[in-house]
Structures are given as C-alpha cells and as structure tokens.
T-cell receptor, first 116, second 114 residues
Framework: AQKVTQAQTEISVVEKEDVTLDCVYETRDTTYYLFWYKQPPSGELVFLIRRNSFDEQNEISGRYSWNFQKSTSSFNFTITASQVVDSAVYFCALSDSTSGTYKYIFGTGTRLKVLA | ETGVTQTPRHLVMGMTNKKSLKCEQHLGHNAMYWYKQSAKKPLELMFVYSLEERVENNSVPSRFSPECPNSSHLFLHLHTLQPEDSALYLC?????????????FGDGTRLSIL
C-alpha cells in the first residue's frame, strides 16, 4: 500500500527555535521518490526538495535540512532557527510505481506556526 | 511572470451555475494536474493530463469536466455543483507525468458553493 503519514497536525514554536516535521511513508516499491512542499497562506505549494530511494544522504540547504532513513521509512524535515516567514503548511509526498504506473500522493500536512 | 497561473483566485457560485476554472503554465511542461484541497483532508488528485491527453481520472463526479486544449492550458468546467465541492482547487504542472519530477503549483482558486 502507498501511504504518507504526517502525524503532527500543527506545531507552534517561538522564533529562533529549531523544529522538526515528521514524515513516515509506506511503499512496496524499491524505486520511489519523496518530496517536501511548503504552502504559505497565499495557497501555492512551493517545491522544496526531492529525494530518490537510492540516495540516503542527508541534505542541508541554508536553515533547512532533511533526514532520510530507509530503515524507519522516514523523511523528516528540520528548520533551524525558525523565522516567522516559515509559518506555513508543509506537505510530504511520495511517488512510486507500486500500482504499475507512478502514483503521487501527499500527506495531510503539518501546519507550522512560528511566533515572534 | 509566475510559472503556473490560475484564474479566478476566488469564485462564488450557486449550485445551478456553470463556470470554468483556468490554469496556464509557462514552464514548457508536458503534464498538468487538477487537485482539490478541502479543510483537514489530504490533497486529492482529480485529473492528470500528459501531452494533452487525459491519463488519470480519479473517480471524480461528472459535474467536474476537465479540458486540455494544449500543453500550456488546462480548464476545469463546473456545473451543478454541491456544497461539499467548496474547496481550494489547485493546478500543477511537471515535466513528465511519471511522478519523478516535482510539480509546480498555482495559487489556486478558492471555490465557494452557495
């Protein structure tokens, strides 16, 4: 079964705190892709990162970092020194070919509120 | 100009009205998508078009009718909608339809059914 779980519905932090958003996925495929998107109040989902299943290296981009662990089927996202502009809904997504063609599904999202 | 443009941004319509949502992408992509985003529910994929052909229709009611006249434009024609159809409708595009490349989204159309 193909599934993405973002157990944290909403997180509130104070500015400059670090915060980690969890993403756990399920797939029977050995080749798959994981994504993170940010949805600010304006509505547009903004692509942040893509990872394929063969690349388990962690990635850092400025204050953002991602921890991909196949052993726990997790692809967690950490924001260091959070800022008010980071307030948004963050979605994790999975794409695999379990059903024969690639299917792209999203988690339910985590709403992050960064308070000044 | 932004990569994916959706119009209108907001739409209020009665259940008997007919309206259309428009999406235009300026990224040279070959695949386009319609999603429905309701409160507290996951993003629901409605339709996928690849090279102007519909490749996926996820059991969407016939009161939603998509149209893709060319690879840059995608429409969603609406008629006889129900109150539960009130949602944010998002359009996206990607280089291909196999789910390998990231999708680029528009700002969405906020639809309210009276």
């Amino acid at each position: 079964a193909q599934k993405v779980t973002q157990a944290q519905t909403e997180i509130s932090v104070v500015e400059k705190e670090d915060v980690t958003l969890d993403c756990v996925y399920e797939t029977r495929d050995t080749t798959y892709y994981l994504f993170w998107y940010k949805q600010p109040p304006s509505g547009e989902l903004v692509f942040l990162i893509r990872r394929n299943s063969f690349d388990e290296q962690n990635e850092i981009s400025g204050r953002y970092s991602w921890n991909f662990q196949k052993s726990t089927s997790s692809f967690n996202f950490t924001i260091t020194a959070s800022q008010v502009v980071d307030s948004a809904v963050y979605f994790c997504a999975l794409s695999d070919s379990t059903s024969g063609t690639y299917k792209y599904i999203f988690g339910t999202g985590t709403r992050l509120k960064v308070l000044a | 100009e932004t990569g994916v443009t959706q119009t209108p941004r907001h739409l209020v319509m009665g259940m008997t009205n007919k309206k259309s949502l428009k999406c235009e992408q300026h990224l040279g992509h070959n695949a386009m998508y319609w999603y429905k985003q309701s409160a507290k529910k996951p993003l629901e994929l409605m339709f996928v078009y690849s090279l102007e052909e519909r490749v996926e229709n996820n059991s969407v009611p016939s009161r939603f009718s998509p149209e893709c006249p060319n690879s840059s434009h995608l429409f969603l024609h609406l008629h006889t909608l129900q109150p539960e159809d009130s949602a944010l409708y998002l359009c996206a595009s990607s280089q291909e339809d196999r789910g390998i490349q990231p999708q680029h989204f528009g700002d969405g159309t906020r639809l309210s059914i009276l």
